[in-house]
């Protein structure tokens, strides 16, 4: 699979490798085509995969952003550029209400002051000049009490605008870590979620991380062709959530790797979940009702490994990738829990996920 050509023993500095794909190439630097390098690297997408190289080392930013538009309902460097400027339009209007404001109040302030100089000298104290004193304190709270309603309208309607425009980039992280094709989360989302886990001491004990893997799905692509590889993901990604709550964390990490993050769990409870993974899989049948032809069986194997067996999420990933892989040199189709006593026979053959 694309995600384990080469071992991972160590971390992959995934960013350092995109960016010398990207200056290889000559592409700008800039956060839309680091997006996309990034998906393609990370083989979510195998279409937008290919698109991307079949440029070249002749790529120019407008066949990057077509692609960019093509895969992504909206494009990162465009959502954040449009926030930003609605974001700091909104702010110099609430920052521009509220200086009026303070310059109405201490306009109102020296009037104040000066009326009262006025009323309390010995020499000023006609019923005309109070009589004045008073119309003139009238109209002046009248018009700051004026102002300030309009402040306080103008405040309220620039933070609904700034509302809008935060739900709006809500919904932006939502897509943009969201796979396309499965509409599981995606790389981006996991490696988050998986990071989470360590923020909380408590929890992390009863936190299990499963590794999922489609057996022989090379040869299903070669066999069948990309379009059917991806029918069969996208089957595979919908019987993954239907097995699992809804609090279940599920998400595509790889070309045919699926990972799942389950909290306030045991490792039996955790096993058992895997084997009804595997099994309903196993009955699912993978025919083209026009063709018939038979795809299937179509199988799965699943490493698994507690939050307790790591001391932070690269561990983790690793000790159930270590786990995803002994289930697979058992002959595939089988759950493994991850056990200390792996790693002492770690002659790992990553050609085992090719096949």
């Known amino acids: ?205 009863t936190t299990a991380l499963v590794l999922a893997d489609i057996d022989h799905f090379k040869k299903i692509n070669d066999t069948h062709g990309h379009p059917v590889g991806d029918k069969i993901l996208a089957t595979v990604a919908s019987i993954l959530r239907a097995n699992v709550q809804r609090d279940v964390f599920v998400a595509r990490v790889g070309g045919e790797e699926f990972a799942l993050i389950l909290e306030g769990t045991t490792v039996e409870e955790v096993t058992a979940i895997s084997e009804r993974i595997r099994r309903a899989l196993g009955a699912t049948p993978f025919k083209n009702s026009r063709t018939k032809i038979d795809y299937g069986p179509i199988t799965i194997s699943l490493g698994i490994c507690m939050g307790s067996e790591a001391s932070e999420p690269g561990e983790l990933y690793k000790k159930a990738d270590l786990a995803l892989y002994c289930a697979k040199n058992a002959g595939r189709n089988c759950s493994n829990v991850y056990q200390e006593s792996m790693q002492k026979d770690f002659t790992k053959s990553w050609l085992i996920y090719k096949n």
Not at 5 to 30: K, N, W
Not at 42 to 54: F, K, M, Q, V
Not at 134 to 148: F, K, N, R, S
């Open 1 to 205: 699979m694309s995600t384990a050509i080469a071992p991972r023993a160590q971390t992959p500095d995934v960013a350092g490798q995109i960016t010398y794909a990207m200056r290889s190439m000559g592409v700008a630097a800039i956060p839309r085509n680091y997006e996309l390098f990034y998906e393609a690297y990370i083989g979510s997408n195998p279409t937008l995969t290919r698109e991307l190289a079949a440029l070249g080392s002749s790529a120019t930013q407008e066949e990057l952003d077509a692609i960019g538009a093509k895969y992504f309902s909206v494009h990162a460097g465009r959502i954040f550029d449009d926030a930003h400027v609605r974001l700091t339009t909104e702010l110099d209007a609430i920052l521009r209400a509220l200086r009026q404001e303070q310059a109405t109040l201490e306009s109102y302030n020296r009037l104040l002051g000066e009326t009262t100089e006025r009323i309390t000298s010995r020499s000023n104290n006609s019923a005309d000049l109070l009589r004045n004193a008073i119309d003139m304190l009238t109209v002046a709270t009248g018009d700051t009490m004026a102002q300030g309603e309009k402040t306080v309208e103008n405040v309220a309607q620039r933070s609904q605008e700034m509302d809008e425009v935060r739900k709006e980039l809500d919904e932006y992280k939502r897509i943009a870590n969201t796979d396309a094709l499965t509409r599981l989360s995606n790389r981006r989302a996991f490696e988050d979620r998986l990071a989470s886990v360590f923020g909380n001491r408590l929890t992390r004990p």
